[in-house]
């Protein structure tokens, strides 16, 4: 019964940030009259239309709890979503995981080119911090500047990019557990985990109030990527919209490969029930962040 | 005798400048103990010890008519020339302009690799971003949030990262005199006229305040690509450290092949007469800007 409401809860969830998302994108990617249209039409490629939108839940179900504008929660979801999706455009490409296929259809490269793919990527970059920095916004200029230094520093070598070097290095490196997670935390925790921070900054949570959200994220962050892991060893292609089993040709270590199929799925359960551990001061309002948690290890793609 | 001691001021200013940035690159990139260690490298060896620092010097130096403190300016300076940094790896990427040699060394992606490339120049990018929303600044936050709007607005799809994808598509399409100026305002106009308007910002000027060193910005801008373009035509490669004429064998029109030399130099130099003529309301505190409009088309390299 309890996993069935969260189910509605969460499908509702998706469904309503996955259509909000969709329009700020939109609003915020006019085609222009000029060559600078092919970029912006890959930008509205990658952007629009796809994805989970794991991130932009994560942040306006964190928000919704401290009373943020539903609006200004958006706006920060859809930076944080632009960073996720720019970094997709990149990991795609020839010279980093040479993908073909993404969310189902083709990626930017493979529909566009790879110069447009490079581009689009760094407009979307750019983008991110664009919105958030934007002067019409309503959110105050230090709320601001601190949603920017977290978006910023998960983005960055300490953050997104220094784990994806750290992932293009595990082909020739033998890693072990601790390398692998330390390497999870960077790749997907830091900007799982940026998202969820976000929403408290902006419901003006005092940094040690933060304490057990910043657990809670953690833990799916981790949880996540085990689940991803199992997904590219277990998964079915078509509905992941991706290519699987990538990890094993490149001979990378992964979750799975250290732990094994039982042991992390094990795993990966329980950091979820630790998860919704650390929100046990939260009433009924952090029910969509309980459905998220389960949702992470659940989801088939 | 006037020509003499700009050349002097000037040649103090870059030098000073340099040094400053690289210090400042320095302490924000410690290479760290683990397999990031690389892509760290990569960022140092783009980002230190090479380069111009036009940008940079634009920057403190119009910080410095409005008093405003030499860390805070060069910090931001910072931000800007990492964003030019980034910028530069990424269109020597061979996807892009497929260069190999920059500031006289071989490019990130020939004495690295292509993914080592993509992500120190995404890194960089983030990079740019993180220093100037670091919570240590000095800076009040209502001047950190118009310093990030100004620099993500600069460069990314209405600026630098805009003018980049109307470069590309210049192989393919006839542009004419107007429509160059249009994508050389946005690829390289928008980064150095943020450096100005940035240092403007620090200086707390009102937006109205401004107005000339917008003028001021716009001008040196168009005169830089026409410079470059002319040294593109007719410079020295070992000077320049890159390859050079590569506008004509690819097809690409520019102010020199639309214009004649004669007529686009000519024209550089109005430009340059015109922009310091914005700047007569002040007085000797504006003679770097003065000198660095000069050396903007005096310069071989």
Known sequence: MQTEIDANLLAEGLVRVQREVD??????????????????????????????????????????????????????????????????????????????????????????DEATAVLAGDSLHALAFEILSEQATSTDPFIRSELIATLGSASGMNGMAGGQMMDMMSEEEDYDLHTITRLQQLKTGALLAASVEMGAILGRVPPEGRVHLRNYARDIGLAFQIADDLLDYEGDEEKAGKALRKDEEQGKATFVSLMGVDKAREQARALVEQAIGHLASHGKDADMLRAVARYIVERDR
């Open 23 to 112: 329009e700020v994108f939109d609003a915020f990617l006019p085609v222009p009259q000029d060559s600078r249209a092919r970029l912006v039409e890959a930008m509205r490629y990658a952007a629009i239309g796809g994805g989970k939108r794991v991130r932009p839940l994560l942040l306006v179900s964190t928000a919704e709890l401290f009373g943020v504008d539903r609006d200004a929660a958006l706006r920060a979801a859809c930076a944080v979503e632009a960073i996720h999706v720019y970094s997709l455009i990149h990991d795609d490409l020839p010279c980093m995981d040479d993908d073909d296929l993404r969310r189902g259809k083709p990626t930017v490269h493979k529909e566009f």
